[in-house]
């Protein structure tokens, strides 16, 4: 590279996004730089080290598919991998594609400036750090901007406090503690049964119980990966047609038009392979229908009843107010019979709010915990939240912030009008945070690199969503979220978990496969709906 201040693609982020857009870019012969806000690469699986972070896509679906040498090589020994071995994974990538050399680590990009006249952007980092480049790729990731809970005083408490999406690299001994849990989705799920194994006394703080499944995790037999490894390619391009980016079978039949014990066995055959995409995705109706809908939660909810033995907490375990499938189901390992010994207790934030943090534990509207240290499990600013905590200016000096004040406007989560050049990985209004992401990512990334050749091969230098197919795209990605049940939640998906985020459904639910072959069809239309100069 000649001057590093002057490049012709900067991605932010090193995820397995970032990642991979490097290893493209650098193919197709761009100088490339990434920058990245941790010192390791990784991503999600750098920065979730808290005990119990797993995968809940099996692990040889949850890997790169675009290196068949990189996919026969490399060993996962679990069904469900836990995050050090996905982050020895993204090590691997790193060292093996000789990656870091174009990584400027502990890095956070914090402005990124277009410059109409010149067509290029300035893009600045907390490291004093000013870069010229033409394309700016976005690998920010949809679930990497963490969250805390809107109470006051949370640096009144003196004990030390721990967010599940921060969580130390030499990790946490609990042992002998008394510890609070504040949250309980996927994290606190995943967190729980093993802090729980540690503390002496675990209070876990609840406003909305998840639907989770128990995952069955197990390690894989050697026969089992090399009969993967022979069938790869098939595999993946199931991946890539599926709903979800796992392939199923696809559903025929509406929940409500077979048998109960037919519908049980499917739910069970679900359940006892501890797959989420099989319980959500096995009737046509699940997702659109509240009757259908029931019936997989009602089965769920069964689960737990039989997993808690006391029926009072059994009972505030189990989601009522939201359909399954319609926040983020997770899978867990003695999740729920954590609440049967006798030094854990559940209490449910919706009966008695949580008011804040004293300086020695946690107040609600009717008690005061005391407690040695606090655990946050309360999620992330999702799918917007590490893009709009960057000031990126488009065109007229327009901050993206505020053209999505009343929600994300995107073309196909991939580019924004008024934002030429600027491109999303798994951005808002893509299927994304609905799919097995690494095949997302995949997606993304090999259709960004395409149209950065595209515009290279034909001499141009700007690509830039247009407002008619951006609005178009908006439109279509809200009429068909309306069309399920989705909307009945108040989840991340739906920015209701952020105070004054606006309730818009933030990612696309047509279907992974679907939605590549509209990706794939607009490209070879001359990518319609972008104007090229
Ligand atoms: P990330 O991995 O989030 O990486 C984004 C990177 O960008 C981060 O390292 C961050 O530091 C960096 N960054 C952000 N802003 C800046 C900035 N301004 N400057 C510099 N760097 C910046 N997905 C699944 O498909 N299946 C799962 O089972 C699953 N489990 C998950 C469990 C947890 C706990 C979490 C949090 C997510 C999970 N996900 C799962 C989603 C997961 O995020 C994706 O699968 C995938 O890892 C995303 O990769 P990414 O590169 O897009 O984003």
Redesign the pocket.
Known sequence: MTDPRTVDAVV???????MYQLYRLRELGLTTRV????DGV???????RYPG?R???ESMS?SYSFSPELEQEWNWTEKYPAQPEILRYADHVADRFDLRRDITFD????AAVYDEARERWTVTTDGGESVDTQFLIM??????HSKLPEVPGLERFQGPTYH??HWPKEGVDFTGQRVAVIGTG??GVQSIPIIASQAADLTVFQRTPAYSLAANNRPLEQGEIDEMKAHYREWRDAQRTSGF?VPIEPATRSALEVSDEERRAKYQGAWDTGTLTAIIGGYTDTLSDRAANDTAAEFVREKIRERVTDPEVAETLSPRSYPIGTKRPCLDTRYYETYNEPHVHLVDLRKTPLVGLTETGVQTSENAYDVDAVVFATG?DAMTG?LS??DIRGRGGVALKDKWGEGPRSYLGLGVAGFPNLFT??GPSSPS?L????VS?EQHVEWITDAVGHLREHGLTTMEATVEAEDEWVAHVAEVGDATLYPQADSWYMGSNVPGKPRVFLAYIGGVGAYRELCTQIARDGYRGFTLR
Request: aromatic fraction near 14%; include cysteine.
């Open positions: 932010v982020g090193a995820g397995f996004a970032g920058f990245e806000a941790g990784g991503g999600t699986w750098y920065w979730n972070a995968c809940d896509v949850y890095t956070r990009v914090t690998a920010t990731g949809c679930l990497s599940t999406a996927s994290s980016g992330f590490a905590a960057i990985i798994t945070v799919s097995n992401m690494i990512i």
